[in-house]
């Protein structure tokens, strides 16, 4: 048995975790030394939408099933249902050291990463490098920003699953089959199917590459025994999931993620699933995967406005302009990103982007071909109907991914495998030593990535810099908007091209054999660590925390308190943006709300008779002639309140909202779903019901 060194096997591991301990404090300090919380829209809304259950389970101990205030009522197993997980909630508590929630995903990104580089044999200075890049990746930082914390959870776990089934597959069968099943358990608790869905993506093609080395060298049976001890793993990790599993598996069809009752003319209704329009809502352009090396190269976060700045070319053309109403005009126009994806950027890091062209050069084949096709494959998935050709066809033929929407999810699977390809080659390299033929690959790797950001600097201008829809403006705002965003452009690619220099320039001289391989290392996680750092806060900012005490949010409104004097059962409609806010379930039962996977019957009744009702309000209103008999559907789901803003003035009774419950006079009978939809935007339906005999039938009538 091998005698475990304090310093050889114990301090490396802890210098690790107190690193990563202190890159969570000094990047989240105001959390840790101002008193402060994260302010996160997402989680903002949560809150508003699971207020009803929390309250439920405060008054009696049990855990409510029906949300009743979001969207006129929806399953609560989706909305805040606490499950019988405790031990698994507890294993992660102890994992990220009892940091808080949702701080903590960042710190076991950190932590996860490190343990699989570890399980890959990459030496321990080496992966906090690799660690602290996974984890400050602007996809990690700007999905925390926006709460998406179960996604950066699911994350989070994700490094740890894989780096299970690798010590399983490299001999350490045991171990494999332990960390792989708390892993998993782990990851499955989060609760985001599509992250699970990409590291499936990522685990099928690492074992396909296991399976095809085994037959190389006759060893199948030792695969299967391998395969077999994994898939005992997995099935103890989704005994712990079963029941969300289960509940949501058997929601699915309901949702918007089911097929719809209705029969559009024209197209082909798909069995199950997203319709693409939906699903590719949220994508990338051809050219926007730049972004994961030059993070400005579509000029950055979408908050920035060259108006803002007086030294800009643009601010000064509109101040020089004399027309200030045309100028006022054209300001609102002068933003930096001309992509085509809302941003921010997804940034991978430069020096993470050289390394992975590194690692394609010295890493041992088989990782290069189970690593360098899976980040193709994530691009290609993240353009959506960019590429329609290719995502149209896997949207329609590949198992289940028509499920999911924001398809630039996808590129975690990229920002997954670029530090670790990226590592495996460096480590590969300091075995090869420096010489003439590992000099000549440095020399390719740099050329392909400073290259192109030196390339990038000399001929920029030779880029459009201009969204389509820009074309319409004069050529003098044109011309200043093109100038601020060539410099935008050039100065990305100037600091991408200085990072990476940096560390090319080290290696090629072997300054880690001739000096101090420590040292180098030590330079290396500080380089990494500030050019992710530096490009993370410009999307993470003290503009995303708020005092403890001093949220504001949830107060309630004049139109609130007005609103709740009515002690009575009823629901109420929130015309301001009321598909994507929960605020209104905090207070009332509302007929709106904020979720990603809404009750389908309840969708095409707001695409088409609830919409068409609220537009009928809008024009009844700007005429002052308010007439609540005709909106059928607002009446019919109880809406006494209607609420266009925040004052007591803003609150519009419903006198003829039909209550709680009510008897109708006549039923009228109708042959299809849509028929039946058409037909409930016609009638009053106080008196009258209507009845899909093609799927309901009851006798008397």
Same mark, same amino acid.
């Given at each position: 048995?091998?005698?475990?060194?304090?310093?050889?096997?114990? *301090?490396?591991?802890?210098?690790?975790?107190?690193?990563?301990?202190?890159?969570?404090?000094?990047?989240?300090?105001?959390?840790? +030394?101002?008193?402060?919380?994260?302010?996160?829209?997402?989680?903002?809304?949560?809150?508003?939408?699971?207020?009803?259950?929390?309250?439920?389970?405060?008054?009696?101990?049990?855990?409510?099933?029906?949300?009743?205030?979001?969207?006129?009522?929806?399953?609560?197993?989706?909305?805040?249902?606490?499950?019988?997980?405790?031990?698994?909630?507890?294993?992660?508590?102890?994992?990220?050291?009892?940091?808080?929630?949702?701080?903590?995903?960042?710190?076991?990104?950190?932590?996860?990463?490190?343990?699989?580089?570890?399980?890959?044999?990459?030496?321990?200075?080496?992966?906090?490098?690799?660690?602290? %890049?996974?984890?400050?990746?602007?996809?990690?930082?700007?999905?925390?920003?926006?709460?998406?914390? %179960?996604?950066?959870?699911?994350?989070?776990?994700?490094?740890?699953?894989?780096?299970?089934?690798?010590?399983?597959?490299?001999?350490?069968?045991?171990?494999?089959?332990?960390?792989?099943? %708390?892993?998993?358990? *782990?990851?499955?608790?989060?609760?985001?199917?599509?992250?699970?869905?990409?590291?499936?993506?990522?685990?099928?093609?690492?074992?396909?590459?296991?399976?095809?080395?085994?037959?190389?060298?006759? @060893?199948?049976?030792?695969?299967?025994?391998?395969?077999?001890?994994?898939?005992?793993?997995?099935?103890?990790?989704?005994?712990?999931?079963?029941?969300?599993?289960?509940?949501?598996?058997?929601?699915?069809?309901?949702?918007?993620?089911?097929?719809?009752?209705?029969?559009?003319?024209?197209?082909?209704?798909?069995?199950?699933?997203?319709?693409?329009?939906?699903?590719?809502?949220?994508?990338?352009?051809?050219?926007?995967?730049?972004?994961?090396?030059?993070?400005?190269?579509?000029?950055?976060?979408?908050?920035?406005?060259?108006?803002?700045?007086?030294?800009?070319?643009?601010?000064?053309?509109?101040?020089? *302009?004399?027309?200030?109403?045309?100028?006022?005009?054209?300001?609102?126009?002068?933003?930096?990103?001309?992509?085509?994806?809302?941003?921010?950027?997804?940034?991978?890091?430069?020096?993470?982007?050289?390394?992975?062209?590194?690692?394609?050069?010295?890493?041992?084949?088989?990782?290069?071909?189970?690593?360098?096709?899976?980040?193709?494959?994530?691009?290609?998935?993240?353009?959506?109907?960019?590429?329609?050709?290719?995502?149209?066809?896997?949207?329609?033929?590949?198992?289940?991914?028509?499920?999911?929407?924001?398809?630039?999810?996808?590129?975690?699977?990229?920002?997954?495998?670029?530090?670790?390809?990226?590592?495996?080659?460096?480590?590969?390299?300091?075995?090869?030593?420096?010489?003439?033929?590992?000099?000549?690959?440095?020399?390719?790797?740099?050329?392909?990535?400073?290259?192109?950001?030196?390339?990038?600097?000399?001929? %920029?201008?030779?880029?459009? *810099?201009?969204?389509?829809?820009?074309?319409?403006?004069?050529?003098?705002?044109?011309?200043?908007?093109?100038?601020?965003?060539?410099?935008?452009?050039?100065?990305?690619?100037?600091?991408?091209?200085?990072?990476?220099?940096?560390?090319?320039?080290?290696? !090629?001289?072997?300054?880690?054999?001739?000096?101090?391989?420590?040292? !180098?290392?030590?330079?290396?996680?500080?380089?990494?660590?500030?050019?992710?750092?530096?490009?993370?806060?410009?999307?993470?900012?003290?503009?995303?925390?708020?005092?403890?005490?001093?949220?504001?949010?949830?107060?309630?409104?004049?139109?609130?308190?007005?609103?709740?004097?009515?002690?009575?059962?009823?629901?109420?409609?929130?015309? @301001?943006?009321?598909?994507?806010?929960?605020?209104?379930?905090?207070?009332?039962?509302?007929?709106?709300?904020?979720?990603?996977?809404?009750?389908?019957?309840?969708?095409?009744?707001?695409?088409?008779?609830?919409?068409?009702?609220?537009?009928?309000? +809008?024009?009844?209103?700007?005429?002052?002639?308010?007439?609540?008999?005709?909106?059928?559907?607002?009446?019919?789901?109880?809406?006494?309140?209607?609420?266009?803003?925040?004052?007591?003035?803003?609150? +519009? @009774?419903?006198?003829?909202?039909?209550?709680?419950?009510?008897?109708?006079?006549?039923?009228?009978?109708?042959?299809?779903?849509?028929?039946?939809?058409?037909?409930?935007?016609?009638?009053?339906?106080?008196?009258?019901?209507?009845?899909?005999?093609?799927?309901?039938?009851?006798?008397?009538?």
């Amino acid at each position: 048995m091998k005698k475990i060194k304090f310093t050889g096997h114990i *301090l490396p591991h802890l210098v690790a975790v107190v690193v990563f301990l202190i890159v969570t404090l000094i990047f989240f300090s105001p959390v840790f +030394f101002d008193n402060k919380v994260l302010q996160q829209h997402d989680i903002q809304q949560h809150m508003g939408s699971a207020k009803v259950l929390r309250d439920y389970r405060a008054a009696t101990g049990e855990e409510g099933m029906w949300a009743i205030s979001m969207f006129s009522g929806m399953p609560a197993y989706l909305v805040n249902l606490e499950w019988s997980n405790g031990v698994v909630s507890w294993m992660k508590q102890v994992l990220s050291l009892f940091l808080p929630h949702p701080i903590n995903n960042i710190f076991l990104s950190f932590l996860c990463y490190y343990c699989m580089l570890l399980a890959f044999r990459i030496r321990p200075w080496l992966a906090i490098g690799g660690a602290l %890049a996974f984890g400050l990746s602007s996809y990690m930082i700007i999905g925390l920003a926006a709460g998406h914390n %179960a996604r950066i959870g699911a994350i989070a776990f994700m490094p740890l699953v894989i780096g299970g089934i690798h010590l399983a597959f490299s001999g350490r069968r045991i171990l494999g089959f332990g960390v792989t099943a %708390a892993a998993l358990a *782990l990851h499955l608790r989060e609760n985001h199917l599509q992250i699970t869905y990409y590291m499936m993506l990522i685990v099928g093609v690492y074992g396909l590459i296991q399976l095809i080395a085994a037959a190389r060298v006759k @060893q199948f049976t030792e695969f299967l025994k391998t395969l077999g001890l994994l898939v005992a793993a997995a099935v103890i990790a989704g005994g712990t999931y079963l029941g969300p599993f289960w509940a949501i598996t058997e929601y699915s069809r309901y949702s918007i993620r089911g097929p719809s009752e209705l029969v559009k003319q024209n197209a082909v209704q798909p069995a199950a699933g997203l319709s693409k329009s939906y699903a590719f809502d949220y994508r990338i352009g051809i050219a926007e995967p730049l972004t994961l090396m030059i993070p400005n190269f579509f000029g950055g976060n979408g908050a920035i406005y060259f108006v803002q700045d007086q030294t800009s070319s643009t601010y000064k053309a509109l101040v020089n *302009l004399g027309d200030n109403q045309l100028a006022n005009q054209l300001a609102s126009y002068s933003g930096a990103f001309w992509g085509l994806q809302a941003p921010s950027p997804y940034y991978g890091g430069a020096i993470i982007c050289f390394l992975f062209v590194l690692g394609i050069l010295f890493a041992e084949k088989k990782y290069v071909w189970w690593l360098v096709p899976l980040s193709i494959f994530s691009i290609l998935l993240s353009w959506g109907d960019s590429f329609s050709s290719f995502n149209y066809f896997m949207f329609d033929h590949f198992p289940g991914y028509n499920m999911f929407r924001s398809v630039t999810f996808a590129l975690i699977i990229i920002l997954f495998t670029m530090p670790l390809l990226g590592f495996l080659g460096l480590e590969k390299l300091f075995e090869k030593g420096i010489n003439k033929d590992t000099r000549r690959k440095l020399i390719i790797a740099f050329s392909a990535t400073g290259g192109v950001c030196f390339l990038l600097i000399l001929f %920029a201008g030779t880029l459009t *810099l201009l969204k389509d829809s820009e074309a319409k403006f004069p050529p003098w705002f044109l011309s200043a908007l093109q100038d601020d965003r060539r410099g935008l452009l050039r100065d990305d690619a100037f600091r991408s091209l200085a990072f990476i220099f940096s560390i090319f320039i080290l290696l !090629f001289f072997d300054v880690p054999k001739k000096f101090s391989m420590i040292g !180098f290392l030590i330079f290396l996680i500080l380089m990494v660590t500030l050019d992710l750092a530096i490009v993370d806060r410009r999307y993470f900012t003290k503009e995303n925390y708020q005092r403890k005490r001093g949220a504001t949010y949830f107060e309630p409104t004049a139109a609130d308190q007005e609103i709740l004097k009515d002690k009575s059962y009823y629901r109420v409609y929130n015309l @301001q943006d009321p598909w994507n806010e929960a605020r209104t379930s905090y207070y009332h039962h509302s007929l709106g709300g904020y979720h990603g996977a809404k009750i389908r019957r309840y969708q095409d009744l707001y695409d088409s008779v609830l919409t068409d009702n609220t537009r009928q309000l +809008f024009n009844d209103a700007r005429t002052g002639k308010l007439n609540f008999k005709k909106y059928s559907a607002l009446n019919m789901l109880n809406a006494k309140y209607v609420v266009s803003g925040p004052d007591a003035t803003d609150v +519009f @009774q419903n006198p003829e909202a039909n209550g709680n419950a009510w008897f109708v006079k006549e039923t009228v009978n109708v042959n299809s779903a849509n028929e039946e939809l058409k037909k409930v935007g016609e009638v009053n339906t106080r008196e009258v019901a209507v009845m899909d005999s093609s799927r309901f039938r009851v006798s008397g009538f």
